[in-house]
């Protein structure tokens, strides 16, 4: 078995089952799939594989999927989580036939948290550190939604602030430089795994290029060793995806999410 093989292997046995769902308030099964809703209307589809699914139990599958989620009036998004790895006859064309929307493909990069727990200099003023108070959180949700495009909005705040109460061990890591958050990103130990997550990597364009991503990255990677957590998953924009590359890390597949909105 490769490398790549293998830490796939590890990715799909370890990560793709209640791991995935940390803050879930509810699942149901459907079949092999997973359905899954969270505070704030989100729902979220998951699976670890589709059970040798033909075509047409796809379709049904999909079908049966966004019934449900219409059923509850409450939700108003759904994300289907779809792998480049995974055998799933038709699955795009179904999801498109009932209103999904593809979003920009993610690469799936996993490898030892050691070869990224390296030290980074940081630039004159920078500085890293954890936050977990309620302004810190909001002024980093905030930065991140600018940095992602979106709104600035409360949403993405409350979300995490929500998550940070059920999920003591997530970590929020930012660098703040001239008085303002200009980097920031989460660690995610996943119990009863070998995997830590690093998450929500963003950083301000005109401070890009300047290591502070990487010492961000490496802060984390130090965490999440001394949590006992040997290998670090992440899902990665072509930002994100070369710098763990430098560090040995495995491109072992991709991700696209497939988005829903009622």
């Known amino acids: ?6 830490l796939l292997q590890a990715y799909d046995e370890q990560l793709r089952t209640d ?3 940390p803050s879930a308030i509810s699942v149901t099964l459907l079949g092999p799939v997973r359905l899954v809703t969270f505070l704030g209307g989100r729902g979220f589809v998951t699976y670890r594989d589709l059970g040798g699914a033909d075509e047409a139990r796809v379709q049904e599958l999909v079908e049966e999927a966004v019934a449900h989620f219409r059923a509850d009036g409450g939700i108003t998004k759904v994300e ?8 799933a006859p038709g699955l795009h064309e179904a999801l498109l036939k009932h209103g999904f929307v593809p979003e920009e493909p993610e690469s799936i990069m996993i490898g030892d948290a050691a070869a990224l727990a390296v030290d980074v200099p940081l630039p004159d003023g920078v500085t890293l550190r954890r936050v977990t108070e309620e302004p810190d959180v909001r002024a980093m949700c905030a930065m991140q939604d600018e940095v992602f495009g979106s709104p600035v909005s409360d949403r993405t705040a409350n979300a995490i602030l929500r998550r940070q109460a059920i999920d003591p061990e997530m970590e929020l890591w930012v660098a703040d430089a001239d008085g303002q958050i200009v980097t920031a990103g989460r660690l995610e ?3 009863g795994t070998d995997f830590a997550g690093i998450w929500g990597g963003s950083t301000r364009p005109e401070w890009r290029g300047k290591g502070i991503y990487r010492a ?10 001394a949590q006992g957590k040997t290998l670090i998953h992440s899902d990665s924009t072509e930002y994100s995806r070369p710098i763990l590359e430098r560090y040995g890390f495995a491109r ?11």
């Open 189 to 191: 130990p996943v119990p």
């Open 216 to 225: 961000l990255t490496a802060a984390r990677a130090r965490s999440a060793l």
């Open 1 to 6: 078995m490769t490398d790549t093989s293998r």
């Open 19 to 21: 791991a995935e769902t």
């Open 80 to 87: 289907w989580k779809t792998r480049g790895h995974d055998h």
């Open 252 to 262: 072992v597949s991709t991700t696209t999410p497939y988005s829903w909105e009622r």
